[in-house]
T-cell receptor, first 114, second 113 residues
Framework: SQKIEQNSEALNIQEGKTATLTCNYT??????LQWYRQDPGRGPVFLLL?????KEKRKERLKVTFDTTLKQSLFHITASQPADSATYLC?????????????FGQGTELSVKP | DAGITQSPRYKITETGRQVTLMCHQT?????MFWYRQDLGHGLRLIYY???????DKGEVPDGYVVSRSKTENFPLTLESATRSQTSVYFC????????????FGPGTRLTVL
């Protein structure tokens, strides 16, 4: 079955720096990877999708990369702000026998200090 | 436009009781999902539905029942609640496009004593 792994350790950075979060997947490359943001006490919110044939995708201060050789996606937040503090989830397609559509990683908690 | 709502937001119940968590969407999205989120496990899929009257099991379906008689509603029932079902439950929808992007509700925090 497909799995997806994110660094479970919280990431603490200083305001203004670039935050980089890692998402690793197993087995075959998915057609796309998705990134979500989750704030405490709230449901996840979709941020970005990157397709297998896209090396990089940008949205404002966010950048996502997709490396099919390393089986890895990196999520960058440039010029980070305290408001960026949240948990970020990576998701990929599941197998047909896993049911549903997406398999989520456990998420990485980001804390941006002023 | 409320989008997706869940009720109740918080629920405390006792072992053995039946509990129903409600999920309602105003978008008419085809797919609806129920997840539970626990520390150390992340989001785990319980059940999902591709359309009214079509449901299927996810990763952790035991102890749960779902139904979907109308497109907009997808209730989740714990037939006989156990302490291990203490969790935060999220409902999500998906319009059924190729990218599988999901839209989540605010969650229900359930405590089983």
């Amino acid at each position: 079955s497909q799995k997806i792994e994110q660094n479970s350790e919280a990431l603490n950075i200083q305001e203004g720096k670039t935050a980089t979060l890692t998402c690793n997947y197993t087995n075959y490359s998915p057609a796309y990877l998705q990134w979500y943001r989750q704030d405490p006490g709230r449901g996840p919110v979709f941020l970005l999708l990157i397709r297998e044939n896209e090396k990089e995708k940008r949205k404002e201060r966010l950048k996502v990369t997709f490396d099919t050789t390393l089986k890895q996606s990196l999520f960058h937040i440039t010029a980070s702000q305290p408001a960026d503090s949240a948990t970020y989830l990576c998701a990929r397609q599941g197998d047909g026998n896993q049911g549903g559509k997406l398999i989520f990683g456990q998420g990485t908690e980001l804390s941006v200090k002023p | 436009d409320a989008g997706i709502t869940q009720s109740p937001r918080y629920k405390i119940t006792e072992t053995g009781r039946q509990v129903t968590l409600m999920c309602h969407q105003t978008w008419s999205h085809s797919y609806m999902f129920w997840y539970r989120q626990d520390l150390g496990h992340g989001l785990r899929l319980i059940y999902y539905s591709a359309a009214a009257d079509i449901t299927d099991k996810g990763e952790v379906p035991d102890g749960y029942v779902v139904s979907r008689s109308k497109t907009e509603n997808f209730p989740l029932t714990l037939e006989s609640a156990t302490r291990s079902q203490t969790s935060v439950y999220f409902c999500a929808t998906e319009p059924g496009l190729a990218t599988d992007t999901q839209y989540f509700g605010p969650g229900t925090r359930l405590t089983v004593l």
